[in-house]
């Protein structure tokens, strides 16, 4: 039977990935998942892997839910209050989307701006301040931090296996950055699912997710592979009107909580 078999939690978007055992899911998707983002200092726009693959040697861990610590190598670590009420608000730009949201303050902008090389602030997402998902695809009322367009990302331990073999090489899941690894189902099983239950959660399955250049970049080095793969193999078997798909987005129907091992139950 299909069960969990993966949960992944990004803190600051485009930054290295956290593996966990079990997590509570939100209004946001899995609790502390993608609320910090790094901006542009001068625009506001949102920075990723996609500009600054270094970004992705970046360790940045959910400290419950007051606080965020930043390390990278040689480095100082640096522990950042989740910004209170008095805080300032800035325009920042995540794709189309336009939002006001706290800054972080003026240590976490100097340490990014002199690990990345960049004039660049961190900020924060609550949930009251978060973006409504692209209404083709979801219901009024569900919102997304920081993520590309949707809370929650899923991928068939099967179907990576499957890619992996297409190229010739072992690929790592987190090259990917799932929230949600499935064990069990066929390759591909996720691409027909419409609605599923993880333990006693349900969710929605909005749309399957367009994947771009950072599936490239080694998620340990920030390295980019000279073949393009994995990104020129799925090209070959998974382009549709002009985007390559691999992996699921899903809404999450309420809130709850996921362990590995918890079985997944295709509903529709």
Not at 1 to 30: F, I, T
Not at 42 to 65: C, D, V
Not at 237 to 266: K, T, W
Request: hydrophobic share 40%; proline share 6%.
């Amino acid at each position: 039977m299909p069960h969990l078999s993966g949960l992944y939690r990004y803190p600051m978007k485009s930054a290295a990935g956290q593996v966990l055992q079990s997590s509570p899911v939100d209004g946001l998707g899995l609790l502390g998942d993608r609320r910090w983002m790094v901006v542009d200092t001068a625009s506001g726009r949102f920075i990723t892997q996609r500009l600054l693959p270094q970004m992705g040697r970046i360790q940045a861990h959910w400290q419950a839910e007051h606080s965020l610590l930043l390390s990278a190598p040689g480095m100082p670590e640096l522990a950042v209050a989740v910004p209170d009420a008095t805080a300032e608000l800035r325009d920042v730009s995540v794709w189309s989307d336009s939002l006001q949201v706290p800054d972080a303050g003026d240590a976490a902008a100097t340490w990014l701006s002199r690990w990345l090389g960049r004039d660049c602030r961190l900020v924060y997402v609550p949930l009251a301040r978060a973006r409504q998902v692209a209404p083709a695809y979801a219901e009024v009322g569900d919102k997304v931090a920081f993520a590309d367009g949707f809370p929650l990302l899923l991928i068939g331990q099967a179907s990576l296996g499957d890619l992996s073999a297409r190229v010739g090489r072992p690929l790592e899941m987190l090259r990917f950055r799932p929230n949600l690894v499935v064990a069990d189902s066929a390759p591909y099983a996720e691409d027909g699912w419409k609605r599923i239950r993880i333990g006693g959660l349900e969710f929605r399955v909005a749309k399957g997710c367009s994947r771009c250049i950072m599936t490239t970049l080694d998620p340990h080095t920030g390295e980019r592979s000279a073949d393009r793969e994995p990104l020129s193999t799925l090209k070959r078997y998974r382009e549709r009107d002009g985007e390559v798909y691999f992996g699921q987005n899903l809404i999450a129907c309420g809130s709850g909580h996921l362990q590995l091992g918890m079985p997944v139950d295709v509903l529709e």
